[in-house]
């Protein structure tokens, strides 16, 4: 007996990883250059430049050879000495997982936690460091993927600066689909990667790292050296005149100067408001249908992923399902706490483009007949394109 054969879907509308635009495509199919060949080492140099005037920044990012986890804990493992005190803000998955980072680390790490579809408030955050004058440094997920959902970076940066402390943001799914840099948040570390928003591969963590934070680094002796998880080791690696401490993934690297470009030329305001337009459409098409979505309010739903509330009575694996099978799109679970309460649908990079949100409308709304309920799928659809037309 032979296993049935899976084929891929016809369309990946998930919340990352996401699908590639074409050039992104062609640029990770260039060749493989030796790392050291002179000519490799400038275009490194010229990637990181398109990284610096992607992310709005004066310093150059470090590139970090591994998918975005590797800088989040690379953040987590150099920045915080043995004697700081963290305040990690946690309104999802993300967020909480950071603290265990955090913790291996710290001296002591206190947090902030909210339901995770609801975001932190800045004045809780103001209050807390009131508190806790010891706090050093503070840790926040911008896009709690797995949620759906958006904290306000910004206030919640103008509050850690003022207090003094450091601020690490996972800006890993939000970054490239909306208007977030590393200076709107003050932010000490902040952590992005190409695999969402920008439309490229897995396989890279983008840093952006403020003067303090370097000091903050350089100043801890326990910051790694000669170690994957090191910041440091690659602070000066995109001069082309300088050694890599270790051989970068330059297959990756192509995926993400083609990638630059695509962002870089179609010009950021355009994709962010494509992004936003797609997710606008979704919610109103998913809430036309009598669906709820997961964020507690509409104002903090993300313009780069839409989660929707699983109807009682529905197994989320099942709607899921269901929708891989009969139509061919795959979309995201939510992850541990959130899996089996929401389905996700991601606009990101190449889809967010309005029109996938009638796609991802019709999709859920027409699966779940096949789990048992039924929904108006024409309504949605209807609401979905009133949407688009409505913010053309
Ligand atoms: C995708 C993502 C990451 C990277 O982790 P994965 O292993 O790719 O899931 C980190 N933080 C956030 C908020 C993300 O969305």
């Not at 060949?37 to 400038?42: E, G, K, L, M």
């Not at 483009?353 to 991802?360: C, G, K, L, R, S």
């Amino acid at each position: 007996m032979s296993k049935p054969k899976l084929t891929w879907p016809v369309m990946t509308l998930t919340s990352g990883p996401v699908d590639a635009y074409p050039a992104v495509l062609r640029g990770l199919s260039r060749p493989i250059a030796y790392d050291f060949d002179p000519a490799f080492q400038q275009f490194y140099e010229d990637v990181v430049g398109k990284a610096r005037t992607a992310m709005r920044t004066k310093e150059m990012p470090v590139i970090l050879h591994g998918e975005p986890v590797l800088g989040l804990e690379a953040a987590a493992a150099s920045l915080i000495a043995k004697g700081d005190v963290v305040l990690n803000l946690a309104s999802g998955v993300y967020g909480k997982g950071f603290g265990y980072w955090a913790a291996q680390y710290a001296k002591e790490v206190v947090e902030i936690e909210v339901p995770y579809n609801d975001a932190i408030d800045p004045a809780a955050v103001e209050a807390f460091l009131r508190k806790r004058p010891d706090v050093k440094i503070v840790s926040l997920c911008h896009h709690d993927t797995p949620s759906g959902t958006i904290n306000p970076a910004r206030e919640i940066g103008a509050v850690v600066a003022r207090h003094g402390a450091l601020l690490i943001v996972d800006a890993v799914s939000s970054f490239g689909g909306m208007g977030i840099h590393p200076d709107d948040c003050h932010a000490g570390i902040f952590v992005t990667g190409p695999n969402k928003c920008l439309g490229s591969a897995p396989g890279l963590s983008m840093l952006s790292v403020s003067s303090g934070a370097w000091e903050k680094m350089k100043s801890n002796p326990d910051a790694p050296r000669a170690s994957m998880l090191s910041i440091l080791d690659w602070e000066n690696a995109w001069r082309h005149d300088q050694p890599f401490p270790f051989t970068p993934s330059v297959a990756e690297m192509n995926g993400l100067d083609a990638a630059l470009d695509v962002y870089l030329d179609e010009g950021p305001e355009v994709i962010w408001k494509r992004h936003d337009r797609t997710a606008r459409a979704c919610r109103a098409g998913v809430q036309a249908m009598g669906l709820d979505l997961w964020p507690v309010r509409e104002a903090i739903a993300s313009p780069t992923t839409t989660a929707i509330a699983v109807p009682a009575g529905v197994v989320e694996a099942d709607w899921r399902a269901a929708i891989r099978t009969h139509y061919g799109v795959a979309v995201s679970s939510g992850r541990s706490e959130t899996l089996g309460k929401l389905i996700r649908v991601g606009h990101m990079g190449p889809t967010a483009q309005p029109i996938y949100a009638a796609v991802a409308v019709a999709v859920l709304g027409g699966a779940l007949k096949h789990v048992g309920k039924t929904v108006d799928v024409g309504a949605g659809v209807a609401a979905a394109m009133e949407s688009i037309d409505a913010t053309a």
